[in-house]
């Protein structure tokens, strides 16, 4: 059977974070998860870092702590937390470890394309010819356009013979 949330005063049924609503419903782990840049790992660590529940719904929290989340998340620069946790390690300007979320990821993800295209390294030059980038096969997937499927030739037609 499905659990009723008892309605209370305090509690919030939408909770803005980064950029975006999360519902107030959800257990806060996976209310972070939803966040573009946060997984289930880093959710329940930064809830460690802060000393908060891992159990609760996000909407049960209230508002100072919410903000102490809400402030952390945003901060862009985790100290408490491993470089190997993060997911924009040794960044290009800063040499810093970060961790982006939301429209900060997508917006730091298309500079460094745009770097790699300027400096015309190997990956640059792929993503702008749009071919695949890490090493995948180009011969037998990913193929778009007029030049799906392979053209055999037939053996059964002789050849032109020569004079």
């Known amino acids: 059977m499905a659990e009723k949330v008892k309605e209370k005063d305090d509690f919030l049924y939408i909770v803005r974070m980064a950029g975006k609503d999360l519902k107030g419903e959800?257990?806060?782990v996976l209310a972070l998860a939803?966040?573009?840049?946060?997984?289930?790992r880093l959710a329940s660590t930064i809830l460690r870092t802060l000393s908060l529940p891992t159990d609760k719904k996000i909407g049960d929290f209230g508002e100072e702590n919410i903000e102490k989340l809400r402030d952390f998340i945003e901060s862009r620069e985790y100290e408490k937390i491993p470089g190997w946790m993060l997911n924009h390690r040794k960044d290009v300007v800063t040499g810093k470890d970060l961790n982006l979320v939301a429209n900060d990821l997508n917006v730091l993800n298309m500079e460094d394309i745009n770097l790699m295209k300027k400096i015309k390294s190997y990956k640059g030059v792929r993503h702008e010819t749009g071919h695949k980038v890490r090493g995948q096969r180009t011969r037998s997937n990913g193929r778009k356009g007029l030049a799906i499927g392979v053209i055999k030739k037939k053996e059964g037609q002789p050849q032109a013979q020569k004079e």
Do not use: A, Q
Not at 34 to 40: F, S, V
């Open 26 to 28: 959800r257990n806060v």
């Open 34 to 40: 939803d966040l573009d840049g946060i997984g289930n």
